[in-house]
C-alpha cells in the first residue's frame, strides 16, 4: 500500500505535467482551400463544376487596316489606321519605338491594293491588308472668303478702298483659284 501523503504528491506531479502540455502545443493553422477541394468537385450531392476552358488570345491586328507604305532606309514605314477609330493612326517605322515591329512586306502586283504586312507585337503576330472601303481621302477645307463690304473696310483708312480682281480662263469660265484682294490707295493730292 502506497502511503496517502506519497500518493497526493504523485497525483499533484502528474496534474503539474498536464497543465504544463498545453503551453507546449502547436498553435492550429487553417487549412490551405485545396485540401478540401475534393468535397464539392467529387460530391455525390451537387453538379460537376462546369469545365474553364482558356479564351482564345486577343489578336491586336483585327483592329487595324493598312492605310500607307513607303520604303525607306532600312526597310518600310507603315502607317494603320484602327477600324473602330479612323481617327487613330499608327506609324511604323525601322528603328523607331513602336509597340508593333514589321515582320515582312508581301507585294502584289496585280492588284491595285494587294500589299499585306505582317506585323508582330511580343509574340503574337497578325498580317494586316489594305481595305478600300475604310480608305477615303478627307475633302479639302473650304478657303476663306474675301473680305467685302463694310466689314472689310472697317481697318482700313480713310479714302482707302478694297478691289477684288478675279482672274478668267479664256473659255469665259471663272479660274479655280480664291480672289485676292487689292488695295488701291487713294489718289495723291496735286499742287
Known amino acids: 500500500m502506497v502511503p496517502p501523503r506519497l500518493m497526493k504528491t504523485f497525483l499533484t506531479l502528474l496534474l503539474a505535467a498536464f497543465a504544463c502540455l498545453p503551453a507546449h502545443a502547436n498553435i492550429p493553422k487553417k487549412q490551405p482551400l485545396v485540401k478540401y477541394s475534393g468535397l464539392w468537385t467529387n460530391s455525390p450531392f ?88 475604310l480608305i477615303t481621302l478627307k475633302a479639302a477645307p473650304a478657303a476663306p472668303a474675301a473680305p467685302a463690304g463694310p466689314q472689310g473696310n472697317q481697318n482700313l483708312p480713310p479714302g482707302v478702298r478694297i478691289q477684288v480682281i478675279t482672274n478668267q480662263n479664256p473659255n469665259g469660265q471663272p479660274a479655280q483659284r480664291v480672289p485676292r484682294p487689292r488695295i488701291v490707295p487713294p489718289p495723291a493730292p496735286t499742287k
Do not use: Y
Not at 100 to 121: D, H, I, M, Q, Y
Open 46 to 133: 451537387t453538379a460537376k463544376p462546369p469545365v474553364v476552358q482558356a479564351a482564345p488570345p486577343v489578336n491586336p491586328f483585327d483592329d487595324f487596316t493598312l492605310t500607307g507604305i513607303a520604303p525607306v532606309p532600312g526597310g518600310h514605314r507603315i502607317t494603320i489606321m484602327s477600324k473602330k477609330n479612323p481617327d487613330m493612326k499608327r506609324i511604323i517605322e525601322p528603328g523607331g519605338t513602336s509597340e508593333f515591329k514589321v515582320v515582312s512586306v508581301n507585294r502584289n502586283p496585280e492588284k491595285a491594293l494587294g500589299t499585306s504586312v505582317v506585323l508582330s507585337s511580343g509574340s503574337i503576330q497578325g498580317t494586316v491588308t489594305f481595305e478600300p472601303k
